[in-house]
């Protein structure tokens, strides 16, 4: 968790990843920051997110994310 | 059937009577047989496409969830990891052919009415440069694009994409997605709506009739109407007759024009969707939204957040992310931040999806050169925003220019607003060379003395219409600038009913003495794209 972390403070150091839940539904992370944070995600972890795992419930938080990089590991 | 007339009027009464008079399990049928009956109301020949294109959509979507389901269980029953990898593989193998199958189908009857000219037109001029004489059949032949096309052949394929993405499951009953597809609120300008969101709306949600809803549903419709009648119509002869004789002109009256053009756009278009969100709201249905004060944005990228909001995500979802997300996306991006660094590497998959999005932006707008044009503008400023950000905040550093500060804001306004309306000279006019010598007429013929023959550009309005139309764009600002500062609601509910009453009467009594005479159901501008 604390490297995804790393990972999504390095591309929007103005968002506190810890604590907001509605990156996706209150517009925080535009379409230029997922693809940013899929592209090093997938790198750092070794995993395949592609486009069809792209839905808000992956991505409005970064412990949702964190979880589906779990799924993808196991 | 002119949608500020009385028979339109007629059509929403008797379909909402009847929607709150039939039981609420089949509500839908109403919606239904209202579609039906709008879309014939414009004629009947081309509903063929429309129940084809639905048909196409409907099967697919099916045929891949029977896949998906088949696959899962054949998943289920694997027993080693190679075995269920080499599954998976074969899975999204068949179910990618028949994804891209149905999206071709439905695609290529469209492709062909609205670029068939353009296209054959342009590779016979490619041939002639090769000195090849080619004798392209169909050349020249008019077809007609059914009305609502373009926005109901992206409602499928985007229905298609998201089953074989299993956003969600696909609709059993045909009758159920034929209302989403054909749904008259959005068939003719959008929004464009996802299947999920809207059967959540039409066919789930309980829609008990309720007064409140009434009036404003009442009010949001007049307010459209208004802006469509009192605005956008009212200004459509003296803004096109300007433009079209602007050798006449100099930079005042052109500008002028333009300015006032986007206006006119803006109103038509937000008018539309303001009578039928209205409309919806009335039923219990929310519709998407298209617009948030758009011409209050601070950046073209931005703008293009606010305005046509739902055309924006539709691409940013079904052409960026695929797009960026691609194997070539992510090998460019890959080869990209070995050479440039990681900076220009991680923008460089989405740049390139973002070139292809304004590729089929400007295209879907129309089968023109103009309109590609249009669509690399705004992606060049777009690119260079991102670019340089840092650049430009260096400059306002040395300037000490204040980021938050109100005079910069305004200013970036007011730059945002300067752009999108050159752009519009590309979108405005018959080909590239008309808009640039456009231009180049206004920069190189001040004629500020014309400043007073502002005042004449009004006389093709109408002396009397003058002040409607004034009015009617002061007010379009007012509330624009209410909603972002979000104190809209608060002055609606602080206005005493009896000026709220005297308001809606006075738009109303406009709308009555506005309308009749005028064809007004000849161009909402976007129901021609």
Redo the contacts between chains.
């Keep these: 968790m604390e490297e995804l972390l790393k990972i999504m403070s390095g591309?929007r150091e103005d968002i506190d990843f810890t604590k907001e839940t509605k990156l996706i539904d209150d517009e925080l992370l535009d379409?230029?920051d997922?693809?940013?944070i899929?592209?090093?995600v997938?790198e750092h972890f070794g995993i395949e997110i592609?486009?069809?795992d792209?839905?808000p419930e992956n991505f409005n938080s970064a412990e949702a994310l964190y979880q589906l990089i779990l799924k993808m590991q196991g | 059937m002119s949608l500020v007339s009385l028979h339109s009027l007629c059509f929403a009464a008797i379909t909402v009577l009847l929607f709150f008079l039939f039981p609420k399990k089949h509500r839908w049928l109403v919606l239904l047989a209202a579609n039906v009956y709008f879309y014939l109301s414009y004629g009947a020949k081309y509903i063929v496409f429309i129940v084809i294109c639905g048909l196409v959509s409907y099967l697919a979507a099916l045929w891949l969830e029977k896949r998906i389901a088949a696959g899962a269980q054949r998943l289920k029953e694997a027993e080693s990891k190679e075995e269920k990898d080499e599954l998976r593989r074969k899975g999204l193998k068949q179910k990618k052919r028949i994804c891209a199958l149905a999206v071709i189908l439905l695609l290529a009857p469209w492709i062909v009415i609205k670029y068939g000219n353009f296209i054959l037109e342009n590779t016979g001029k490619l041939l002639s440069v090769f000195r090849i004489d080619a004798k392209l059949p169909g050349l020249g032949l008019v077809l007609v694009l059914p009305l609502g096309m373009s926005f109901y052949v992206f409602h499928a394929v985007g229905y298609v994409v998201d089953v074989y993405r299993s956003k969600y499951p696909a609709e059993k009953n045909f009758l159920k997605y034929f209302t989403f597809l054909s749904f008259f609120p959005h068939i003719t300008e959008g929004p464009f709506s996802r299947y999920n969101e809207l059967k959540q709306e039409i066919f789930e949600e309980e829609h008990s009739f309720s007064y409140e809803r009434l009036c404003a549903g009442c009010a949001r419709i007049l307010w459209g109407a208004y802006k469509k009648v009192a605005i956008a119509d009212l200004l459509t002869e003296s803004v096109n007759s300007t433009l079209a004789a602007y050798s006449d002109h100099g930079f005042v009256l052109i500008s002028f024009a333009v300015i006032l053009y986007s206006f006119r756009i803006y109103a038509d278009f937000s008018g539309y969707m303001d009578m039928m969100c209205g409309f919806c709201h009335i039923l219990g249905i929310r519709l998407s939204e298209n617009f948030r004060q758009p011409f209050l944005a601070k950046t073209v990228d931005e703008y293009w957040r606010r305005w046509h909001i739902t055309l924006g995500k539709w691409f940013r979802d079904y052409v960026f992310y695929p797009v960026s997300m691609s194997k070539t996306g992510t090998k460019l991006s890959k080869w990209a931040r070995k050479k440039w660094g990681a900076r220009t590497g991680k923008l460089i998959a989405g740049h390139l999806a973002l070139f292809f999005v304004w590729t089929c932006t400007g295209l879907w707008h129309g089968a023109n050169w103009t309109y590609l044009f249009w669509g690399y503008l705004n992606f060049i400023v777009i690119l260079s925003t991102t670019q340089l950000e840092e650049v430009y905040a260096r400059m306002r550093d040395k300037l000490h220019i204040r980021g938050e500060s109100f005079g910069w804001k305004a200013f970036c306004v007011l730059r945002t607003f300067a752009l999108i309306s050159i752009f519009r000279f590309f979108s405005l006019s018959p080909d590239i060379r008309t808009a640039l010598d456009t231009i180049v007429h206004a920069l190189t013929h001040p004629r500020l003395w014309e400043s007073s023959l502002v005042l004449n550009f009004f006389t093709n309005i109408g002396e009397k219409n003058v002040l409607l139309t004034d009015v009617g764009i002061a007010a379009l600002i007012i509330v624009d600038i209410l909603c972002e500062k979000q104190k809209w609601e608060d002055v609606k509910k602080k206005c005493p009913p009896i000026v709220r009453a005297m308001l809606y009467a006075a738009m109303l009594l406009i709308l009555i003495i506005c309308a009749p005479g005028k064809d007004v159901s000849a161009s909402f501008i976007y129901a021609n794209f």
């Design positions: 591309i379409s230029f997922i693809i940013s899929v592209s090093e997938n592609n486009v069809d792209l839905l």
